[in-house]
Structure formats: C-alpha cells, structure tokens
C-alpha cells in the first residue's frame, strides 16, 4: 500500500498536467486574436507569427466571411507618423494571413481608434484581428 501511495504523490502531478494541456488542444476557435510588436518594429516574432497562423486556420474554419485587421502604434508622438506604424504593423499581419491560406479578398483593414482609457504602451503596440464567421 505504502509503494502505491508513493506512486501516487509522484505520478498525480504528470496526470493532472496532462489533463490540462488536453484540454487546452480541444478549445474552440476564438472570434477575436491579438499580435503584440516590439517597440518601433513592423516584424512578425514568432510568438506573433503563430498567433497569426491560428487565427488564419480558425478563420477558414469557420468559413469567414470577413477578417478585420485593425493596427495600432499609441497616441503619443507624430500622429502621420504613428497612423503609418499602425497601416504597417497590420499590412504585415495581412500579409501573413493571406501567407498562411487566407483568402485576400475577406481581409478587411479598418484603423483603430485607442479609448482614453489605454496607456499601456504595450497595448498600443498591437494588431487586432477579428473574425465574422460566414453564414
């Protein structure tokens, strides 16, 4: 009995982890993604880019009928400036969407507009993509 017990305080956290990570791998598709950039950068990390390359393959999943990439840069600084950061940040994530088999023509760019609310320069360095499922 003894041996099984200890078999059980070592095995229990392996078994509880696996259920998590499995149910992470069910979880639906999402309607709404987010791409975070570093400071001044228009570059896709990795981290992006596979955030980008999900939300291509739920959009098509789910047979969208519209992808809307909305891009962001802050509210501080140059707004032409600013506004041509935001149109790059999210032609990028265009660009990487159609790469990844998303139809060009269901991709939408629409700007951004930060609430007063948002000072998190993190946040305002990101590219929102949403997806409107086709009918």
Known sequence: MARFLSFVRIAAPVFVLSAALAGCTEQPSRDSYVVFFDRESVTL??????????????????????????????????????????????????????????????????????SELEDSHVALRRVSITIVPGH
Not at 50 to 56: I, P, Q, R, S
Not at 82 to 101: C, F, H, I, P, Y
Request: aromatic share 2%; proline share 4%; net charge positive.
């Open 45 to 114: 990390s990795p981290v992006a880019q596979a955030v980008v390359t999900k939300a291509a393959t739920a959009a098509r999943a789910e047979h969208a009928s519209v992808v809307r990439v909305s891009g962001s840069a802050g509210t501080n600084g140059d707004a032409a400036v600013l506004k041509e950061l935001a149109t790059s940040r999210a032609q990028t994530v265009a660009t990487q969407l159609s790469n990844d088999g998303l139809n060009g023509a269901r991709i939408e760019m629409t700007p951004y507009v930060p």
